[in-house]
């Protein structure tokens, strides 16, 4: 165990009523301030993964810790837990309880007993942050889509926690809303010094965001590593119903089918930029 | 129902105290209700008219297709009240034999069937004027401050949430059933609604499910208890309106009900 992991699983396994085994023997670790990625297909096992996270759901083997210490799944001790990993959900209906943005923002702070002034004070700071101050006045219902997601997270935001985890959170936004929504969670990440975690089908924003990325399939960590070292995996990516990210794919044409020869693989535009550059310069 | 929700968010009264509207629209409405006088119903009918159409901005022709909603039940409702049956023909102003009995409408009841339109017409504006002036949110937070029962409130909000929903999810499934021909002959149609209503209701258990889960994640306790936006300043001149404009009723009634003799009947 090392000591800058904010959160890890021992042999995680996780099986639902009906027998459905959603996670098998899950390892990994979360790395304190970082933003980790957790790619799998429809159906991998991700968003019960991440209700583990926070002791909604009870593992029914294996272990989480949270800075090093198991969870305790008592009453108390789950509150305290709750309160430093927040959840964004997949759907931000599910989520949002209140037909006023701002009540349902100020529902995690109030529930963490702090006076009205603090709360207020939060409130503002999360809709400044996820750039929804305009949105006050409104009701949830007459929300776009892409509005109630940012509303889900200001509602965690508002509770400072220290991991914030967040399940699908580009799932049915616009291509600029996805990027809007990545830049804001680096932004965060960056200046609270957040931990992240994203479970995410979107592989192209992986390696331009993330710092790590675990691959599920099935319940089971099939890869780990930077997006770099998990994207040249390239068979087991593709056996598990994803892809590799475009310009990886490119890159891979380029090299295998039109001889190319390339030194370096690259997984983003300004990898690939470099990588063609050093190859320009090497012909000359 | 969703328009009316959607016109309260654009209403020019929206910042107004909603408890200042509240008593405006309730205290009205008893007062109408209390006089049954048809001179104050219309009254009360054109107070309530004014105060939406010219403070809240509200388009006058949706005001008056808004009234004419509860309509059908009404006219319904007051011609039971107005048409008597007996074996007298004397007691009718006009009447239809049938066989040995006759059926037609009374003096008395004409007179019934007349007050309970107008009172009913009046209430229902008060009640009109409350919901496209004010947000259901700020309704609910009248009553928190007014202490009533939390879980009522509670349940009120989230109720009033998940309506639209719950709405939205019954369109989609509507128009799905729809564009697969569902709803082309009379027992497809049932046949759909059957598979319609019961997948409607698992959808909203599941929902339940979720939303709590969703709410355990941050520290759901047994309580909504959430800080509600700052609202506008407590003005007691706001309630002047409200005050003089129903006492000036209450002394019309009584000054009717002494001196206006015959008149008394409207
Ligand atoms: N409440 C439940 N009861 C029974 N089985 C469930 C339940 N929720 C999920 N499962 C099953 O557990 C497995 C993992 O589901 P999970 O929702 O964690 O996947 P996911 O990776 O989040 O997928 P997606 O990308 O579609 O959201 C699936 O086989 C699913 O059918
Ligand atoms: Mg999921």
Not at chain 1, 156 to 169: F, G, I, N, S
Not at chain 2, 27 to 37: I, K, N
Not at chain 2, 61 to 82: D, E, H, R, T, W
Not at chain 2, 232 to 239: D, E
Request: hydrophobic share 45%; proline share 3%; aromatic share 10%.
């Amino acid at each position: 165990m090392v000591k800058d992991d904010i959160l890890e699983t021992q042999g995680l396994s996780y099986t639902y009523a009906d027998g459905t085994n959603a996670l098998r023997q899950v390892n990994l670790n979360i790395k304190t301030g970082e933003i980790t990625a957790v790619l799998g297909g429809n159906g991998a096992g991700k968003s019960t993964l991440f209700l583990n996270f926070n002791g909604i759901l009870k593992p029914s083997s294996g272990q989480v810790f949270f800075h090093g210490k198991p969870l305790e799944y008592s009453h108390r001790s789950l509150q305290e837990l709750r309160r430093k990993v927040g959840i964004v959900f997949q759907d931000p209906d599910t989520q949002l309880f209140s037909a006023s943005v701002y009540q349902d923002i100020s529902f995690g702070p109030v529930n963490m007993k702090l006076p009205e002034k603090e709360v207020r004070i939060r409130v503002a700071e999360a809709m400044e942050r996820t750039g929804i101050s305009d949105l006050k006045n409104k009701a949830t219902h007459n929300l776009s889509f892409g509005q109630k997601k940012r509303v889900a997270i200001a509602g965690v935001l508002a509770m400072k926690p220290e991991v914030l985890v967040l399940d699908e959170p580009t799932a049915g936004l616009d291509p600029m809303g996805v990027s809007e929504i990545m830049k804001l969670l680096k932004e965060t990440q960056q200046e609270l010094g957040l931990s992240v975690v994203i479970s995410t089908h979107d592989i192209d924003l992986v390696p331009l965001y993330c710092d790590y990325a675990y691959v599920m399939d099935k319940g089971e960590i099939i890869l780990k590593g930077s997006p770099k070292e998990v994207f040249s995996e390239k068979k087991a990516i593709r056996s598990v119903h994803l892809r590799l990210p475009r310009i990886a794919h490119l890159m891979e044409i380029l090299k295998d089918k039109d001889d190319f020869e390339f030194r370096e693989t690259a997984v983003t535009i300004s990898e690939a930029r470099k990588v063609l550059k050093d190859w320009k310069n090497s012909r000359i | 129902m969703i328009n009316i929700d959607h016109l309260a968010y654009t209403s020019k009264l929206k910042n107004t105290d909603p408890r200042q509207k509240m008593l405006f629209a309730l205290l009205t409405m008893g007062v109408c209700l209390w006089a049954d006088s048809v001179v104050v119903s219309i009254l009360v009918l054109l107070i309530m008219g004014w105060a939406t159409v010219c403070q809240g901005g509200t388009r006058f022709s949706l005001f008056c297709k808004l009234l004419m909603v509860p309509m059908s039940f009404l006219i319904l409702g007051v011609v039971a009240v107005a048409v008597d049956f007996s074996g007298n023909e004397l007691i009718f102003i006009y009447s239809v034999a049938l066989d040995k009995m006759y059926l037609g409408v009374t003096q008395a009841g004409l007179q019934n069937a007349l007050h309970l339109f107008f009172k009913a017409l009046g209430a229902v504006a008060c009640l009109y004027y409350l919901s496209l002036s004010t947000p259901m949110i700020d309704v609910l937070a009248v009553f928190r401050r007014l202490k009533m029962p939390k879980l009522l409130v509670e349940m009120m909000g989230l109720i009033y949430r998940f309506i639209f929903v719950f709405l939205e999810t019954a369109d989609n499934m509507v128009t799905a059933q729809n564009s697969r021909l569902g709803y082309s002959g009379l027992s497809a149609g049932y046949r759909s609604l059957a598979a319609l209503m019961s997948t409607l209701f698992i959808r909203a258990y599941k929902r339940a499910d979720e939303l709590y889960t969703a709410l355990e994640a941050r520290g759901y306790d047994g309580e909504l208890n959430v800080v509600e936006e700052t609202s506008p300043p407590y003005k007691w001149t706001g309630f002047l309106q409200t005050v003089g404009l129903n006492g000036l009723l209450v002394i019309f009634v009584l000054w009717m009900k002494e001196y206006g003799g015959g008149v008394v009947f409207w």
